[in-house]
């Protein structure tokens, strides 16, 4: 089975800094994808970014991007310029795509908070 | 607007008192699902269904029961609600893919 760790339950940054949150899996499966979700206070939760395990390149989506190291299972979400309405609950989430079954695995979470 | 759309978004009720949460989606997707979310533990699968009258068990199915006998409903029904199934509830829907999960608002669910 598929495991999703958080290790950091907790972190807070300054405005406009920079902020890595941390994720590692495990799995035997070569062909997966990996998600970041954001749930701020409203508890919506909102797709952040998504990685294919098999591209090499990191994705971006504006201000937030990913490092992902298959080799060490690693799947880390950088903030830059980090804004107050980044304060939310950030969900590392792992998903096989097998048969027609797209089941999500996610992570603990890990509260961010943003501080003027 | 493309949406999943959940109802109610609070409900406290007494044990044993069955109830449903409804959930829909307007998107045409194959693939529902139903999370529960407690402090500590993230969100952990309840029950899921890959289309019409196909729908199998998650990871935390017990209390539980799910039904698809239409592609955009998917209702989440507690038979007899006890304390520990307090929690916020999440439907969320996808087409098949990786493309990730479109989500319902949440139900805020409080078993006294």
């Known amino acids: 089975a598929q495991t999703v760790t958080q290790s950091q339950p907790e972190m807070s940054v300054q405005e406009a800094e920079t902020v890595t949150l941390s994720c590692t899996y495990d799995t035997s499966e070569n062909n997966y994808y990996l998600f970041w979700y954001k749930q701020p206070p409203s508890r919506q939760m909102i797709l952040v970014i998504r990685q294919e395990a098999y591209k090499q390149q990191n994705a971006t989506e504006n201000r937030f991007s990913v490092n992902f190291q298959k080799a060490a299972k690693s799947f880390s979400l950088k903030i830059s310029d980090s804004q107050l309405g980044d304060t939310a609950m950030y969900f590392c989430a792992f998903m096989r795509v097998q048969g027609g079954s797209e089941k999500l695995v996610f992570g603990k979470g890990m509260k961010l908070t943003v501080n003027p | 607007e493309a949406q999943v759309t959940q109802n109610p978004r609070y409900l406290i009720t007494v044990t044993g008192k069955k109830l449903t949460v409804t959930c829909s989606q307007n998107m045409n997707h194959e693939y529902m699902s139903w999370y529960r979310q407690d402090p500590g533990l993230g969100l952990r699968q309840i029950y899921y269904?890959?289309?019409?009258?196909?729908?199998d068990k998650g990871d935390v199915p017990e209390g539980y029961k799910v039904s698809r006998k239409e592609k955009r409903n998917f209702p989440l029904i507690l038979e007899s609600p006890s304390p520990n199934q307090t929690s916020l509830y999440f439907c969320?829907?996808?087409?098949?893919?990786?493309?990730?999960?479109?989500f319902g608002s949440g139900t805020r669910l409080t078993v006294v």
């Open positions: 269904s890959m289309n019409v009258e196909v729908t």
């Open positions: 969320a829907s996808s087409p098949h893919g990786p493309y990730g999960y479109t």
